[in-house]
């Protein structure tokens, strides 16, 4: 009855995760840098989520400044508005929840080309 249990549990939060997000959980930027990394790709999206609910548009694992270096960043809408949420890949921290700007993305744009 235990493992019947945990077993739902598991599916009841698989699903529910999957409902606001709408990009696959399995392709993304960054996914050949997942092997480097502590935290999963699901464990971080849960987190995302948990910070900033609402659907989620674009992911990626990319290097970056702050934290321990490795950070999946995900695009979230919400309320009509687009949200940038970085969590640290080695401990599932939460390192930004903000609206993601216009000047903000080309600003990280001219960043990554520069690397």
């Not at 077993?7 to 529910?16: P, R």
């Amino acid at each position: 009855m235990k493992k019947f249990m945990i077993g739902a549990a598991l599916a009841a939060l698989t699903l529910g995760s999957a409902a606001g997000a709408s990009v696959s959980p399995t392709k993304y930027a960054g996914h050949e840098l997942a092997k480097t990394v502590k935290i999963t790709l699901v464990q971080a999206r849960a987190a995302a989520l948990k910070a900033r609910p609402g659907k989620i548009v674009d992911q990626e694992l990319e290097k970056e400044t702050g934290g321990s270096g490795m950070r999946y960043s995900f695009d979230i809408r919400s309320k009509g508005k687009t949200f940038e949420v970085g969590i640290d890949a080695m401990t599932g921290a939460v390192l930004e929840n903000g609206v993601e700007s216009k000047a903000k993305e080309a600003r990280e744009t001219a960043m990554e080309k520069k690397h």
